[in-house]
Nanobody, 115 residues
Framework: QVQLVESGGGLVQPGGSLRLSCAAS????????MGWYRQAPGKQRELVAGITSAGSTNYADSVKGRFTISRDNAKNTAYLQMNSLKPEDTAVYYC?????????WGQGTQVTVSS
């Protein structure tokens, strides 16, 4: 059974940093693309960042230069380093794993950017 467990969310002041982690089990992690979506209240879920099995990355324009996605295949874990956080980054962040035939979601972790 595929399971994704996110951690690292919380409350941070504007300009601060957080690092989200997504620990995967039940999949051949190194063969899966990984990534993060987020959903703010009243808004649609949007892609934040993704990383392929080969390590190629893509980002939403709104987070380029501030967020960095990475993966550690030895630990079956993906990371999202978030710097220079803004109030508009406040959302529930969802990790996903993706293969050609399946996408799996984590339970989500709340990130709140507020003074």
């Amino acid at each position: 059974q595929v399971q994704l467990v996110e951690s690292g969310g919380g409350l941070v002041q504007p300009g601060g940093s957080l690092r989200l982690s997504c620990a995967a089990s039940g999949i051949a992690f190194s063969k899966y693309a990984m990534g993060w979506y987020r959903q703010a209240p009243g808004k649609q879920r949007e892609l934040v960042a993704g990383i392929t099995s080969a390590g190629s990355t893509n980002y939403a324009d709104s987070v380029k230069g501030r967020f960095t996605i990475s993966r550690d295949n030895a630990k079956n874990t993906a990371y999202l380093q978030m710097n220079s956080l803004k109030p508009e980054d406040t959302a529930v962040y969802y990790c996903y794993s993706k293969s050609a035939v399946r996408i799996t979601w984590g339970q989500g972790t709340q990130v709140t950017v507020s003074s």
